[in-house]
């Protein structure tokens, strides 16, 4: 979603992650670089939906909030995050069915 998007987008610089793609909104419109990306980094997917469209998912860390708040991040099915091969289909196909509005 757009928050994931942001985080990426304001403190991925530092940590030399490169621009965030996102289905959510405006992101989509915003498309992906050419050539597409071999690997992504994926937050606030259930890891079994990253696993039927992308290849080679693994956990490599979970989103946590030392506060105890509870929110949509924090959810055990969707606090992993993901480190993933390409999609199973191609690009152009895949980035039209990825599209979310919220």
Partial sequence: ???EEG???LYGPAHHLPVPLSGA???YVRGYP???PTTLIV???PQADAERWLTSCRVAARVTNSEGIQNLETEPI???ILVC???KIPWPVFWRQFRTFG
């Fill in 43 to 45: 937050v606030g997917v």
């Fill in 85 to 87: 091969g390409p999609p």
């Fill in 7 to 9: 985080t990426f987008e």
């Fill in 34 to 36: 050419d050539p597409p």
């Fill in 25 to 27: 909104n405006s992101g």
């Fill in 1 to 3: 979603n757009y928050g």
């Fill in 78 to 80: 969707r606090s992993s």
